[in-house]
């Protein structure tokens, strides 16, 4: 993750808006300082990324809304960060007042949103993010304040703190809350486990109680399933012959009903009969008027179409005449408008006369010279304008040679002179100075040799300084471990007898033992007599005998010595491999020392010479170019030059050409000017323009007369036609007269159109009553012809009730005959069915007795099987339960057995927790993977010199930290004699380390650094710096909290927070 931009808005003593950006203060340095007084918020800036990522505060003393500036209604923070390439803006805001200043009665609750973005800034396209912030990080907020946010001086006080205090520092450094809430959430668990327990054997003693056994439930089981299938028979026997008699008196009900609907139909039919009579008679009567309707339209119709045609044609007559009246009007307006027009046109045609007359008078040429030559002149005015051009460029052209003639000589003499100073340069000028570029490469090749000879000589004497003294070290360490290893042989002999003997007395023991509970007074392994009390005795002293304390010992003299062993034999063999490193260095000394030893010449001779030809190549070069240049210059000038005069030529010849034009005009124009020039020129234009004005006026003038003529020919013809159309208004007025006098006599007033429309709906009426008529004919005939099918289908029915009832009496009868019943009132009515003789004309009182008596059993035996399946049911389900409650106990008896293993495992680590050995066995692992990841970053940090060592021990924490300098002969030293500069290069190596523990899968590219400055001095502060510098190397954005100004001055940027007097801050960025 990389910060981008953070803008904060009245957050603590930031009031109002504030924005830092964390992209331009990388484009100065990756490296910057946060600093500012006391309470001037740098702490702020920490809290304000904690917010806007988290919604939790770095500063564990403050919630949410105490971040906003006091006195102000709300608060906002937007971050912008980075991660894999993509930009997400994370957004925090509170507010903690209402729009009047009150404080809210209920805290609002902050509102937090992650957006992604398409740019680096707040006003880029953003969009929802689908995934939360730990997802995206890969950090909880707790990770992210350890990865992010150094706290340097808590690890300083790690180092130099005593074994327990460093526990605790532990725990805070490391999440060791666990811990403390193991113990409470074990006791609560082993309590409700108890409880489970307790509730199991409750439960278990309830479902045991009192109540039939198994097997009685089985024996009534079977015997109500034997008296259920016996009534479930007799049942089913009644209720079919219940069936059959249902049936039977159906068959018996619907025949009755059948015969009772043929005499309803037979009524129907009769009355049906006598209204189609009627009918029939009633058509009559209405075909006679429908004939009588068709007659007299087709004898009226024939003459009222005519009349409706001359109806129509007075319309036309009557449209026409208006249209008639419209055009008459029309001509006469025309005729008007044309006689105004050629008024117009006379008196323009005057004005024309007159300008005519006027022109005329003001030529000073031949009118009629200057209509025939006009053509000729304006060729000849053109000519002679192009000759005046021409003469012009020519004069010019002629200038523009000289000056390229006298400039192109002064050109060749200079690049004669520059040819003569090239020539004195030696011709491998640029020969020699490659010669000498690589003389002074293969020099300089072998003068690094020679040095890196040198160097390389120096190395390998203090490697092999520091081999040797390795080899001292490994020399005393392998005397100490021998010695070490003889002492421990010698005290562990005296042990293991010791162990031997107790072998002896535990075999002693069990003899004693047996013979004791065995009642004897005899030694089972030799048979002689011992006494019981001397038996007490000797058990009493054998069980004395305690060797746990000796064992132990013995075990801790086994496992050093087999740590001592292991170490003296990687010494040896480490020792070997200094040996071999040291003849390996050697040789290599002697190859250095022949490379070194070489005699070289010096550099400056071959500089200065080098020095000199450059210069001398510099100036051929440039001398070169110049004239190269002034070569180019002349070609272009003799190229100018040549092309000036051709163009010289074809102006000359065009202008001859254009002259001899000139002279065949002025031939033509004799008449008018003996000679062209500008005064004949000038007089002439004047006279052409007049002619052309002239021209005009004529044109008009002709233009006038054929409009006149035209407008007499048009006034002529709408006279014409004018007189035509009186003549037609006259004619069609009296058509029209003629057809209304006609249509009056024929019609009365009516319209013949409303008289045709009252015979066609008269006709159409006796139709459709025609129509209507032969209509309820034809469904009369219908349910006529239904009634018959009816009585047809009912005829049918009538047989197959008396088939069905003939079939349902013999099934009754044999039925009957099958069933024996010992039950007195059951076998009467069997008896009777066996012999029943009810027939289709029976009475319906006669069935009522048998289906009563039919559902009276039937009901009583249905109730007697529902009884005895509820008996049934009743035992079977209690059967059932008596199942399930023995799954039930058994169940409960299995949990109960795993209840009580969960108990056991827990109260050993009850037992475990109690004595704090697993909080510090977990502690001492992350203590040893701490200091592992601290030599990892020491190793990056200061090369490889210091590195943290601890004597662990299995399930414990080191009691305190030693630090070897392996550039000062690798002597070990306690962490406390550290200097205040090397404290703090140790801890925040330890920071780092933490963090990248912590970080796991996560990209950090930003972290931040606080506390630890200000007990440093000005050398160590010194060393600070290059730590941060290298640390700024592995692409890290670094960012320095401090007020320390000897160090913040020292690095490039500063963040600085200015505090005001009102207590508020301001951001600002400063470069040193």
């Given amino acids: 993750m990389r910060l981008i931009r953070l803008r904060v808005r009245n957050i603590a003593s930031l009031k109002g808006e504030q924005e830092v950006n964390f992209q331009e203060i990388q484009s100065h340095s990756s490296l910057f300082a946060i600093t500012g007084e006391t309470g001037s918020g740098k702490s702020s800036i920490l809290n304000s990324i904690g917010l806007a990522l988290y919604g939790q505060i770095y500063k564990k003393n403050v919630t949410q809304l105490d971040v906003v500036t006091l006195g102000e209604k709300d608060g ?96 805070k450094l490391y999440p060791g809350e666990m811990l403390e809430s193991m113990g409470r959430e074990l006791k ?29 439930l089985k024996e009534q089981k079977e015997s109500l399933e034997s008296e259920l299938k016996i009534l479930e028979g007799t049942f089913k026997h009644i209720e079919e012959l219940d069936y059959h008699f249902v049936s039977l008196t159906s068959n018996h009900d619907k025949h009755g009903e059948n015969n009772r609907k043929i005499e309803t139909i037979k009524k129907e039919m009769s009355e049906l009969t006598k209204s189609y009579n009627l009918l029939l008679k009633s ?3 209405i075909l006679e008027k429908k004939d009588l309707a068709l007659k007299n339209l087709e004898t009226r119709l024939p003459a009222l179409q005519v009349l409706l045609t001359k109806e129509e044609t007075l319309k036309n007559l009557e449209a026409q005449l208006k249209q008639l009246q419209v055009k008459a009007l029309t001509h006469a307006n025309v005729i008007e408008k044309l006689t105004q027009d050629s008024k117009i046109i006379d008196e323009k045609e005057v004005s024309l006369n007159s300008k005519l007359e006027t022109t005329e008078k003001e030529f000073n040429f031949s009118l009629n010279d200057l209509r025939g030559l006009r053509k000729e002149l304006e060729e000849a005015f053109d000519l002679f304008a192009d000759k005046e051009v021409k003469d012009e460029e020519m004069k010019g052209i002629k200038l523009r040679l000289q000056e390229i003639e006298l400039q192109g000589k002064e050109t060749k003499k200079e690049s004669e002179g520059l040819s003569e100073k090239l020539k004195a340069f030696p011709a491998d000028l640029k020969s020699l100075e490659s010669q000498i570029e690589n003389k002074k490469k ?64 535990s075999a002693s023991l069990i003899c004693v033992d047996h013979a004791l509970t065995s009642s004897k007074e005899s030694c089972p392994v030799c048979e002689q007599f011992v006494p019981h009390k001397r038996l007490e005795e000797l058990k009493a002293n054998l069980t004395k005998t305690d060797l746990k304390e000796i064992e132990t010992r013995g075990r801790e003299l086994n496992l050093l010595l087999l740590k001592s062993r292991e170490e003296e034999r990687i010494l040896s063999e480490k020792k070997n491999t200094l040996t071999i490193q040291t003849e390996m260095r050697q040789k290599e000394m002697t190859e250095h020392t022949v490379e070194a030893a070489k005699t070289l010449p010096s550099l400056e001779s071959l500089d200065k010479e080098l020095a000199d030809i450059k210069k001398q190549v510099w100036d051929f070069d440039n001398l070169q170019k110049e004239h190269l240049k002034l070569e180019t210059e002349l070609k272009k000038s003799r190229e100018q030059y040549g092309a000036l005069k051709l163009d010289l030529q074809k102006k000359e010849q065009v202008l001859a050409v254009t002259q001899e034009k000139l002279s065949v005009l002025e031939s033509k124009t004799k008449n008018l000017v003996t000679e062209f020039n500008k005064d004949n020129i000038r007089d002439l234009k004047k006279d052409l323009r007049l002619l052309a004005s002239y021209l005009e006026a004529e044109a008009e003038l002709q233009k006038c007369r054929q409009e006149k003529e035209h407008i007499s020919l048009q006034l002529k013809d709408k006279t014409f036609e004018k007189t035509q159309l009186e003549v037609e208004l006259k004619r069609l007025s009296e058509e029209a007269s003629i057809l209304k006098t006609t ?34 004919q034809r469904k009369q005939e219908l349910q006529l012809k239904e009634f018959q099918s009816r009585m047809y289908e009912l005829d049918k029915l009538t047989k197959d009730y008396d088939l069905h009832f003939s079939q349902e009496l013999h099934q009754i009868r044999e039925k009957a005959k099958t069933l024996s019943i010992s039950e007195e009132t059951l076998a009467t009515l069997i008896g009777h069915l066996a012999n029943l003789s009810l027939t289709l004309e029976s009475e319906k009182v006669l069935f009522i007795p048998i289906s009563e008596s039919l559902k009276t059993q039937k009901d009583h035996y249905k109730n007697a099987v529902n009884e005895c399946r509820m008996k049934f ?52 692992l992350v203590e040893e993977n701490l200091i592992e990841q601290t030599n990892q970053e020491l190793q990056k940090l200061c090369q490889g010199r210091y590195e943290i060592l601890h004597q662990s021990r299995r399930m414990k924490l080191t009691p305190e930290f030693y630090i070897m300098d392996k550039f000062r002969e690798g002597n070990l ?35 931040f650094i606080d506390e630890g400055f200000g007990t440093l001095d000005q050398e160590s502060l010194e060393d600070v710096l290059d730590m941060l510098q290298q640390i700024q190397t592995r692409g890290l954005m670094v960012g320095i909290i401090s007020h320390i100004k000897s160090l913040t001055s020292a690095i490039p940027v500063n963040l600085v927070l200015s505090k005001k007097q009102d207590g508020t801050s301001s951001v600002s960025i400063k470069m040193n």
């Fill in 188 to 216: 609560s668990e082993i309590d409700q486990l108890q409880k489970a327990k307790s509730d199991i054997e409750i439960e278990r003693e309830a479902l045991k109680g009192d109540g039939l056994t198994g097997d009685n």
């Fill in 743 to 776: 249509l009056q006599t024929e019609l009365q007033g009516k319209l013949a159109k409303d008289l045709i429309q009252e015979l066609n709906a008269v006709a159409k009426k006796a139709q459709e009553d025609w129509a209507q008529q032969e209509q309820n």
């Fill in 442 to 505: 293969d020099l300089q090749k072998d003068l690094e040799k020679k040095q890196r000879a040198e160097v390389a000589l120096e190395s390998l004497k203090k490697a092999i300084i520091e081999i040797n003294q390795e080899k001292e070290v490994s020399d005393r360490r392998i005397e100490t471990l021998l010695a070490l290893i003889k002492k421990t042989e010698l005290e562990l002999i005296p042990i293991e007898t010791t162990l031997k003997l107790q072998e002896v007395l």
């Fill in 76 to 171: 906002s923070i937007e971050l912008i960060f980075q991660v894999k390439g993509k930009y997400y803006l994370a957004d925090w805001r509170a507010r903690v007042r209402k729009q009047n200043g009150e404080p809210y009665s209920t805290p609002q609750t902050p509102t937090r949103n992650l957006y992604t973005l398409e740019g680096p800034d707040f006003e880029s396209a953003k969009n929802i993010a689908t995934v939360n912030t730990t997802e995206l990080l890969n950090l909880d907020f707790d990770q992210f304040c350890k990865c992010i946010i150094l706290n340097q001086g808590e690890f300083a006080k790690f180092l130099t703190s005593s074994f327990t205090d460093r526990k605790e520092i532990l725990e």
């Fill in 283 to 285: 058509g009559q009567e």
């Fill in 873 to 924: 049911a009743s035992v079977r389900a209690r059967l059932e339960d008596w199942e399930k409650l023995q799954d039930k106990i058994l169940l409960l008896n299995l949990k109960a057995k795993d209840i009580q293993e969960k108990l056991d495992r827990r109260g050993r680590l009850s037992e475990v927790l109690g004595k704090d050995e697993l909080r510090t066995f977990v502690l001492s």
């Fill in 973 to 1007: 030293r306690k962490v406390s004699t550290l200097s205040g500069g090397e404290t703090f290069m140790v801890s925040l190596a330890m920071a780092l380390g933490l963090a990248e523990m912590t970080r796991g899968q996560a990209e950090i590219d930003s972290l």
